[in-house]
């Protein structure tokens, strides 16, 4: 029988910073922590589990890669872009007000990708796997990792500059 | 204006990776998370065949055998005299609906204040782009990206174009309308379903089941080898009495001119 308290208490950090990152407020965060643990569980019913953190982060992408691209096609995209509108309250300085800009400026990009090229970018460039890590994740070639990552760049770099464009 | 606008978008896209990979997140779940997500766990953590078998009493354990070997022999025979059939959970069928890139379906609609419905064709590539084609001759193109909608009128050779940022119509999807028939087809893969009965459709035994998201109810029919969505009926729909999608094709390539916004210029006679 699967120890769900164990694992929530032992891998539940990861996967909710995993998800905070993503998502850059704690409601939603706490959805798709929520959402990464029952998927986990429904995935454990179909096939041996080898790493319940590979596997949860992976989920945690996933649900929050979904929830960013809802938001966006929900119509929040210009509101998402308001960037007077991010989480803190207080003024910042300099430079992190620019940081968090940036990152909510990836997030607004990261939404615009299909599902699939944003998840391996995540888990690539924010998560820090290797290609063979994804690669064994998602039961894909390690090439084909390779592939989608350079396409996620490569779309990524045209919606920033799009984003940026907007905000002249 | 920002300083890093003006910079090469490379250097935009790894300065951006590298501000949200080291934000400061020092935080754990809060209590609030945690409790919650463990009470989903329990209730999604229904006993499984084999813990109930293992929990069995050795007399019951030969009683559940022997019902099975009978109930495996009518199963095995009712399924050769009837070709075979096959089941999938609608987990399955939500990764399918996730992985959705392209996407041809009819839609009938029967509106809350008429009993006539109209059927149109709809084609949506993934992920912002949606075509109509609607009795009459007419089209609807909307770019959620560039949320802009273009409405073709072969009838009498118009081509409109809005947009919708400002309208805030006519797409629904860029207004998160109720009435956004891909958005309700997407937000299928977030919903839990239950299995409901199956469905002949065509030559395939569906396997229905009923999604309950935020007060919107649907019944989905999925062929069970595949487990892509055959037929769905949507109920309980702002405005809507009924909405059917069905005569689905799924992940074939579309041409983008299909979905292009500058309308095509016709040759002068």
Same mark, same amino acid.
């Given at each position: 029988? @699967? ?6 208490? @032992? ?6 910073? @995993? ?41 945690? @992408? ?54 699939n090229?944003?998840?391996v ?13 994804i690669a064994e994740q998602l039961a894909i070639s390690v090439d084909y990792v390779?592939v989608l ?20 | ?17 590298? #501000? ?16 919650? &997500? ?28 022997? #019902? ?10 009712? #399924? ?8 999938? +959970? ?35 590539? +993934?992920?912002? %782009? ?26 009498? %050779? ?6 919708? %940022? ?23 893969? %977030?919903?839990?379903? &239950? ?42 729909? &702002? ?9 689905? +094709? ?20």
């Open positions: 029988v @699967t120890d769900w308290d164990s694992i929530v208490r @032992t891998e539940g950090p990861a996967v909710w910073r @995993t998800a905070r990152r993503l998502m850059g407020n704690d409601p939603d965060a706490d959805d798709c922590f929520q959402e990464a643990f029952v998927d986990a569980l429904k995935v454990s019913r179909r096939q041996p589990v080898k790493s319940w953190q590979a596997l949860l982060i992976r989920l945690a @992408t996933a649900r929050s890669i979904d929830r960013l691209r809802r938001r966006i096609r929900q119509g929040r995209r210009l509101e998402a872009m308001n960037l007077e509108q991010l989480s803190q309250t207080a003024p910042l300085p300099v430079e992190s007000a620019e940081s968090n800009e940036l990152s909510q400026r990836l997030r607004i990009a990261l939404a615009q990708l299909p599902a090229h944003a998840e970018f995540c888990l690539a460039c924010l998560d820090g796997w290797s290609h063979k890590e390779g990552v350079h396409r996620a760049k490569k779309e990524l770099r045209e919606q920033l500059a799009w984003i940026a464009e907007v905000h002249k | 204006m920002n300083d890093h606008d003006q910079t090469q978008p490379d250097d935009l896209l790894e300065r951006s990776i590298a #501000a949200l990979r080291d934000e400061a997140v020092s935080r754990d779940p809060s209590p609030q998370a945690v409790a919650g &997500t463990l009470a989903a766990l329990r209730k999604a953590q229904n006993p499984s065949f084999f813990q109930r078998v293992v929990a069995m009493t050795l007399t019951q354990k030969i009683a559940a055998a022997a #019902a099975l070997t009978i109930g495996g022999a009518v199963v095995y025979f009712l #399924a050769t005299l009837f070709g075979g059939f096959s089941s999938i +959970s609608y987990a399955e069928v939500a990764d399918q609906i996730r992985e959705v890139r392209t996407m041809v379906c009819n839609i009938t609609v029967t509106p809350a204040n008429s009993g006539t419905a109209v059927t149109m064709r709809m084609m949506f590539m +993934s992920p912002d %782009k949606t075509r109509m084609e609607m009795p009459g001759g007419m089209a609807m193109i909307m770019d959620q990206k560039d949320k802009r909608s273009l409405v073709l009128d072969e009838n009498h %050779k118009t081509a409109t174009l809005t947009d919708i %940022k400002t309208t805030g119509g006519p797409s629904a999807r860029s207004g998160g309308g109720d009435d956004d028939a891909v958005q309700h087809f997407l937000d299928l893969a %977030k919903a839990d379903g &239950t299995p409901e009965g199956r469905r002949q459709i065509g030559d395939v035994n569906a396997m229905g089941f009923r999604v309950q998201d935020q007060g919107q109810s649907a019944l989905v029919f999925a062929d069970p080898k595949t487990g892509r969505p055959l037929e769905i009926d949507y109920e309980e729909i &702002t405005g809507v009495k009924k909405m059917v999608m069905d005569d689905f +094709s799924f992940d074939q390539t579309l041409d983008p001119v299909l979905f292009s916004m500058t309308p095509l210029r016709c040759p002068v006679p």
